[in-house]
């Protein structure tokens, strides 16, 4: 039998529930099973594909409990999920239709009202635990009073990731079970707790073979005791460890951006509920959510939290077959080849690693197994799944035993002429089906397909430095690109673990498109006054990880020359790139890689220096062009490195090479490290205003010329009254 809704107190907040969130009205009314079996009661949640936690499941749960403690027939109560995952957690689209700082604490107040119900049961509760429990999941199970988990199970609190703070009562039950230490480390970093570990700090009391978890919580509620956490002190009465977990916290806290308020938050729900009391604590995660949701840090993180969902729908992919790439092909075997050799290896592809070099494949393969190594070492991998992927991982000189691969993805020099060449033999190899892919950054796939006898199965896939790591892959279309082509690249970025973003084929496509013009300007600012470390030091406070010309140095001079060439040729309204950075390549300054660049660097460290070389090509450049070093300050050099990113953004909206303004920002978040608290480059301009935006860049174009102007669509777009961010 199903539960339905119940009446009364928790049926008024749902009355206000449905009204602030229209969304609820569309929610199937029964999302709770009720079955009573040999004394327990079963209370199964029955919300696919997910089993978020909205409003009318919390409601269900509340009534489904309070049904079970008066049931003579029921001695203990096990909550689940489905076989294989127990839930995501709290609905998210709650907290897109939070109007008021009052309607944040009133959420607040409905979770930690349901959760205190089931905590406050007569009868034991035990949850049955699997999958990934993150955020509100963890918390529902932590206010049951024993918990089972599957084997392979993991654990974490990752609402500091949305700039908010876990708000039904994570932030008080979570030091009683595991310790203040592991709490604030869980709670303050969204570190994730496998099985073991969890059994190992109390978070669960038992851990089984996946499958078992239903009969381990009915072994658990036989100990017929009712344990709330809310009164459990062993853990958290000692005043030293507390003192240790505030030091801790404390120092996570000073590391964090302004802009981003959660972890304080989280910080001050901590410290309320072991000083003074455990309701009190509750109260104070109230009024920290509704803090956390009113700035511009969560709302953005937020946004970003849904766009990088909606990368993937694509409703112009819907009817086409993806196929499971089970083997693959990579050819080239530099940083980026073996970087994107292990992302395949992580989702279980057979890799066939290639390049004419046979000592060039065998220091590939080499370095594979040697990164392998090193996180089994750091614990990042267990040494049986890095068996397992060396195992999947060969390694060739042979062109021909690329042939029989599904996909192939070339990761040669980026040169038109030496990707023509190595596609156009692949081409020659590979059966018709196989799908044949660039990791080209810049260059348009219209010229690297021509000769091609199966041009249509040509697509880009842009993975970005490091492969192994970076989250973003860029899967880039030509006109004639089959539909089931990019469907199956998309399913395979997923499996990867990547978010997918579907862009359309023209030079530097999107994220390099938006983010070259960011670095081309930092070399601009450099040769009109301002210095190195200023620049540098603007874009981090700004909230980039590091500076543009840092990480020119860290990537090579040479890389930046070479397209910013391609994109000044696609892009003549980009202007050239200024004489210093070209003539740091010619001298040989290509950064890191040969100890000096903008910057120079010790032997054996990544620590950058002032370059008195760099300083003379400055000179020389000035000179030959007139120019009078001026005083630059800080506020016009933010402006400039990211107006000139917001104006090029624009662009790539106006001509349809991305499909969307979300599309961009999270392109420019996870593919540069654009900061995420100011939501992208798209929803900063927004924030910003974009009336004076578009206005600014008008006011630079008239003093730097036609690069900042800005385009039809950015004249076009409705202006906001908001400010700055």
Sequence with gaps: MTVGRSSGKFKAILAFGAHNYPFLRDIPTMQLDYQVSDGVCLLRLNAPPLNSLTLPLLDQLRTAVRRAGADPAVQGIVIAGSADHFSAGADVHLFQHLTSPKSAIELSQVFQAAFQEIEDSSKPVAAALTGNLVGGALELAMA???????????????????????GA??????????????????????????????????????????????????????????????DRTDKVA??????????????????VRPEVVAPQKIFECVRTGLEESFAAGLRREQTAFAECMATAGARNKIHLFFAT?????????????????????????????????????????????????????QKGLQRIRHALE??????????????????????????????????VIESVFEDVHVKQSVLKRLDSICSPDTILATNTSTICLDGLAAGLDHPERLIGLHFFNPAQRMPL??????????????????????????????????????????????????????EEGATAAEIDAAAVEFGFPMGPLALIDMAGVDILVHAQRVLHHAYRYHGPLSPI???????????????????????????????????????????????????????????????????????????????????VDVAMVLGTGFPDFR???????????????????EQLAAECGERFLPSHLLREEPGTKQGVS
């Excluded at 049951?144 to 876990?166: D, T």
């Excluded at 450049?621 to 402006?639: K, L, N, S, T, Y």
Aim: proline fraction near 4%; aromatic fraction near 4%.
């Design 581 to 663: 950075a070209v003539r740091l390549m010619q001298r040989g300054h290509l950064g890191q890689k040969t100890g000096a660049g903008v910057y120079r660097y010790q032997s054996g460290s990544h620590t950058p220096l002032a370059s008195s070389d760099t300083a003379e090509i400055i000179a020389e450049v000035r000179d030959e062009a007139g120019r009078h070093p001026r005083e630059i300050g800080r506020e016009e050099i933010v402006e400039r490195l990211v107006l000139r990113m917001v104006g090029e953004a624009y662009r790539v909206l106006e001509e349809g090479i991305a499909r969307s303004a979300s599309d």
């Design 238 to 255: 000692d005043p030293a460890v507390r003192s240790a977990a505030y030091d801790q916290a404390a120092g996570i806290v000073a590391r």
């Design 309 to 361: 969902r909606q990368t993937g729908k694509l409703p112009e992919l819907a009817d086409a077959p993806a196929a499971n790439v089970v083997s693959a092909a990579v050819v080239g075997v530099g940083t980026m080849g073996v970087g994107i050799a292990q992302a395949l290896l992580a989702a279980g592809v057979r890799v066939t690693l290639l390049d004419q070099d046979e000592a060039m494949v």
């Design 144 to 166: 049951c009073h024993y918990r089972c988990a599957a084997a392979g199970s993991r654990f974490s609190m990752a609402e500091v990731n949305l700039g908010i703070n876990p």
């Design 169 to 230: 009562g994570g932030t008080q039950r979570l030091p009683r079970l595991v310790g203040p230490e592991a709490a604030v480390q869980m709670l303050l970093t969204a570190a994730v707790l496998d099985a073991a570990r969890a059994l190992e700090l109390g978070l669960i009391d038992a851990v089984v073979p996946g499958g078992q978890e239903l009969d381990g919580a009915r072994q658990l509620l036989r100990l017929a005791a009712v344990r709330r956490t809310r």
């Design 679 to 697: 939501g992208g480059v798209v929803q900063y301009a927004r924030d910003s205003g974009v009336d004076r935006v578009r206005l600014r860049l």
């Design 473 to 526: 892959v860029e899967v880039i279309r030509r006109e004639t690109s089959s539909p089931s082509t990019l469907a199956t690249a998309v399913k395979l970025c997923r499996a990867m673990r990547k978010t997918p973003v579907l862009v359309k084929n023209r030079e530097g496509f999107l994220v390099n498109r938006v983010f070259i013009p960011y670095l081309q300007e930092a070399f601009s600012l450099l």
């Design 374 to 407: 090193r996180r089994v070492a750091d614990g990042k991998l267990s040494p049986e799944r890095a068996e397992w992927m060396i195992g999947l991982l060969s390694a060739s000189s042979h062109w021909q035993d690329a042939a029989e691969a599904s996909l």
